[in-house]
């Protein structure tokens, strides 16, 4: 059995060039940015009133004095006339600030006229009121970096700087194809011997919050005449092929077989991790990577975080870790098999000011409901066992947190 740690390096060398696309502002929240960011323009691009006012010589306001207003200037209109001894602009927050005035009296301290003159407070003064151009960006300055993941703010400060697009890495494509005589999708009738599919949902379901598109789902029976029309038809749409079932040992778990009678090849099968071992990895026949996942659901989840979604990062050109993580205090001991490493289903809860897990309930391959309350995973290293109170890294699920930790009990 391979190594969880080279399994997963291994696929990460299986990941094609980053491809590039245009992507307009409102679409860009959660994509990789494809390259480095210099900003066209300086912000602000030029020096203006931050607040509601007038533009004034500092040294011209006196409390209890007045000065002539020369004109009204609102935000988007350029002064015409440029403010000279005794005089005044009145100005709104925004307004570019008129030449040779160097502060802003705000209306607050003034009658508010917007015509002749204005009168001053007893307590009239002037302050700096000013936002100078490029005080927050100056040309040039890098204001995203290739393989960032773009943020809201992001979005925000490059519309500010004028922009409408971005390049951005190009969602990869897959494709899935679910194997087993014994599955029926949701919503037919189950016959006696038959089960609901779940694994072509978890996968079409969670491609998406990994970054890649999902362009086909297929489910076959266990015939390697099947096998191979579907392979051969998911190949030529997708930058990767998943399948799922099919990878183990029994007289029907045929897709090893089909995929080098087709002119594919496997790279590896079985990696040393509970659950999960019967994991394949190879190539078909046109060279598309090809991650074949086990059928039990909870198997299918785990092999789908650690070579999956790692392999969609990866296409993505993202900077950091594949897996998001978080650190946490486990509150029961955490232990694997000699063997292999165990990825225990782990439930976050917020206590007294750390974040603690536990189990989040049976760890059996099948176990859905434990899937269904987990936040992450823990990885155990085979033949260790962790204490209580120890520190452990949580490896997360893709997509939004189930419930709240701070309603959690401990």
């Given at each position: ?20 696309e ?85 209306v ?5 006229s ?10 009239a ?25 773009i ?29 087993g ?12 011997g ?23 789902v ?53 990696v040393?991790m ?38 969609v ?14 650190a ?83």
């Amino acid at each position: 059995m391979l190594p969880l740690d080279q399994a997963r390096q291994f696929v990460r060398g299986l990941a094609k060039p980053v491809v590039s696309e245009t992507c307009p502002l409102s679409d860009a929240v959660g994509r990789i940015l494809f390259e480095d960011m210099q900003a066209p323009m300086a912000l602000p691009p030029w020096t203006h009133s931050a607040m509601d006012g007038y533009a004034v010589r500092c040294e011209d306001v006196v409390p209890g004095g007045e000065l002539r207003i020369n004109e009204v200037v609102p935000a988007g209109v350029a002064p015409k006339l440029a403010v000279t001894q005794g005089t005044a602009t009145a100005v709104m927050t925004g307004t570019m600030m008129p030449d040779g005035a160097d502060g802003v009296l705000v209306v607050e301290e003034t009658d508010g006229s917007l015509e002749g003159v204005v009168k001053l407070s007893g307590a009239a003064q002037a302050g700096p009121h000013i936002r100078t151009a490029g005080e927050e960006v100056s040309v040039g300055a890098l204001i995203g970096t290739r393989g960032q993941v773009i943020r809201p703010g992001d979005v925000s400060l490059w519309a500010a700087l004028g922009l409408a697009e971005v390049r951005v890495a190009r969602h990869p494509k897959v494709a899935v194809l679910v194997t087993g005589d014994e599955l029926v999708s949701p919503g037919q009738s189950l016959a006696p011997g038959q089960i609901y599919g779940s694994n072509m949902h978890t996968l079409s379901t969670w491609l998406p919050l990994s970054g890649a598109i999902c362009v086909a789902v297929r489910r076959v029976g266990d015939t390697r005449e099947a096998l191979q029309a579907a392979l051969d038809a998911l190949e030529p749409v997708a930058d990767l092929v998943v399948t799922t079932g099919g990878a183990s040992m029994g007289a029907r778990d045929l897709l090893q077989e089909v995929v080098v009678a087709g002119g594919g090849q496997v790279h590896f099968w079985k990696v040393a991790m509970k659950p999960g071992k019967p994991v394949l990895v190879g190539e078909l026949s046109g060279g598309t990577p090809w991650i074949g996942l086990p059928g039990n659901p909870v198997s299918c989840a785990v092999g789908y975080l650690q070579f999956v979604h790692t392999w969609v990062r990866r296409s993505l050109g993202a900077t950091g870790k594949e897996i998001e993580t978080l650190a946490a205090h486990t509150v029961e001991t955490l232990s694997a098999r000699p063997d292999r490493a165990h990825l225990l289903r782990v439930q976050l809860c917020a206590s007294e000011g750390r974040l603690t897990c536990r189990p989040s309930g049976r760890q059996g391959s099948a176990s859905l409901p434990a899937l269904r309350q987990a936040d992450g995973l823990v990885t155990v290293p085979a033949g260790a066992s962790v204490a209580p109170g120890s520190l452990v890294e949580v490896q997360l699920f893709p997509g939004p947190l189930p419930g709240t930790w701070s309603e959690r009990s401990a």
